[in-house]
């Protein structure tokens, strides 16, 4: 009877344990793919704003490089005389050099009334703009003394144009205007390079630039993009993660101004990858969960098992001791030698639980052990050497001999200074870089270059020859900024020679006429004639995945730019690849300033 509703409330203690199990998993599932989404999420946009920074900054350099041509045109004698023909005779033509020289897509010349009066596209004017009735807001601009702007608005069948307007003055008056016409394809076969769908809506929300042709000309209304996941709540973005769930339209906007036209460049991000790296992580979770679970259902049937066994033996104790009560004296005696027994059993158990408490215990101090003991080996090294040139040093003094303790002092210093130089140097390079541009010492930035990549040179058993001048170079740049891009070339070089029986990477520093020539050379396998004119591309790298983003030739490249030189790579005859870094030297006077 009193088993019956043991049995029973035993039966409702498992389903309650095996319900919060079920509620457990589908909650660490709900945090586990909440979490994995966010974080792929946030490693998905990083990379997608640095794309978008590339691609806004492709428009902007092209607007920028013509934005200036048609006031330099218009300063220029030749567009006055084919404009009034008081000077000497010129072919009209001179349009169509300017124009193919820039690399505008056409140049005209307007009088005061919007007239053309010479195009770069004469004798195809299929291809022409036109008058002033067809750039308008830049014709009224240029004539109020402005630079007139105006975008030409491109079809699914034709690219957008952008239009510069400037004033042609004849002393204080304007007697006519010159245009430039610049296309917008150029952008979008740039942007067609981009896995995601990039484009660029005007001051109306319209699509004026974009990857997809189909979608110029479009409003955001007109356009269906699916949803932002930015908007969703977090249900809706685990609803995403369902195996079973139909594909969505979901994806990830992220968005670039361009202040000076008012537009605004939009990148439309695919999630799926982050959807799937998300799933496998939710797997993961409730693979653990089902080991977790299975773990505790072996545990609780143990321990049913355990409290199973301790009833049957205090049954069978029961029923000997009710016929040791019946016997004779004899069963007495026997009940006697079975106690002794369960009293030696009983010891015996309580031995081994005390055996099994050392054990434990001295595998713990044998863990310790030898963590102390990597940690002592760690650390040991260079304080027994600065510990033992101390007691040296002190015994030297205690017999009057100073001045040999000097040596050994010095030594010690010489290693804590060594170590302050490090540290300096680390905590220098770390540090956020400016923009100021002003003399830097080429043989100073070597010099912490290397000293930053000699462990990884030590460690990787690389020959590192220096080849530097007995005089200083100085150059126009940032120390911080150079500094990165000698860490970058001598990284990647270090990189390149890991697998050659005889790793060796050369630096050379030199200097030709006004310039300052740098090269990191190694003998590795060089680099694929087909992605030779790649390697400066941003995320474009030969690496395995997860080794690099393809960012650090880029970056360099661009920082050496701006410093008014160049970097060029190329392939070594006798095997191995060589980067070429020039650089203008600084000139007297700015030394002098400085």
Partial sequence: ?????????WRKLKIGIGASLVLATVLVLWLTGLASLRITLA????????????????????????????????????????????????????????????????????????????????????????????????????????LGRQLIPGTPDRASNY??????????????????????????????????????????????????????????????????????????????LVPVAPASDAHMQLRENVAVLGWQVRSLVDIDDARQRSGWAMLVALLVCVIAAG??????????????????????????????????ADLRKANVRLEREVREREQAESDLRLAQAELVQTAKLATLGRMSAALSHEYNQPLAAIRSDAEIAGMLIERGRATEA???????????????????????????????????????VVDEATLLLQPQIKQKQV???????????????????????????????????????????AL????????????VADNGPGIDAE???????????????????????SIAYKIVHDFSGTLKAANLDEGGAMFTMRLPVADEYVLAAE
């Avoid at 009877?1 to 409330?9: D, E, N, T, V, W």
């Fill in 43 to 146: 490693e998905l946009e990083t990379g997608a704003r640095a794309n978008l920074a590339v691609q806004t900054a492709v428009l902007e350099r092209l607007l920028d490089k013509f934005r200036l041509l048609s006031p330099l045109l218009a300063r220029g004698p030749d567009i006055s005389d084919l404009l009034y023909g008081d000077g000497p005779f010129l072919d009209p033509g001179i349009t169509a050099i300017a124009a193919g020289m820039s690399g505008a897509e056409e140049i005209w010349l307007m009088d005061a009334d919007g007239e053309v009066v010479v195009s770069s596209h004469a004798g195809v004017p299929a291809s022409s703009i036109g008058g002033a009735d067809q750039i308008r807001q830049a014709f009224e601009q240029a004539k109020l003394g402005q």
């Fill in 163 to 240: 239009v510069f307007a400037s004033p042609l003055r004849r002393g204080n008056e304007i007697v006519g205007i010159v245009a430039v016409r610049v296309s917008l394809d150029d952008v979008e076969q740039a942007w067609a390079l981009s896995k995601d769908t990039i484009f660029a809506l005007d001051t109306d929300g319209r699509v004026v630039v974009s990857n997809m042709p189909e979608w110029r000309g479009k409003t955001m209304e007109e356009l269906d993009l699916g949803r932002d996941i930015a908007d969703m709540s977090p249900l809706e973005r685990l609803a995403l």
């Fill in 406 to 444: 000097k040596t050994n002092l010095g030594r010690i210093e010489g290693m804590v200074t060594r170590m302050a130089e490090i540290a300096k140097t680390l905590k220098g390079f770390t540090r956020k870089s400016g923009t100021d541009i002003k003399p830097v010492s080429l043989r100073q």
């Fill in 295 to 328: 773990g505790l259902a072996i545990l609780i049937a143990r321990r049913a098992e355990f409290r199973r066994q301790e009833r049957r033996s205090r049954a069978e104790a029961l029923r000997l001791e009710r016929r040791v009560q019946s016997r004779t």
């Fill in 1 to 9: 009877m009193i088993g019956k509703p043991l049995r029973r409330s």
């Fill in 508 to 519: 050379s520093l030199h200097r030709e006429g006004d310039q300052a020539v740098l090269t």
């Fill in 531 to 553: 992605s030779l004119p790649q390697v400066f591309d941003p995320f474009f790298t030969t690496k395995d995945v997860g080794a690099g983003l393809g960012l650090g030739l």
């Fill in 463 to 505: 020959t590192l020859d220096l080849v530097l001048p007995e005089e200083d170079i100085i150059v126009k740049g940032g120390r911080i900024r150079l500094e990165q891009v000698v860490v970058n070339l001598l990284s990647n070089a270090v990189d390149a020679v890991a697998n050659s029986p005889l790793p060796k990477v």
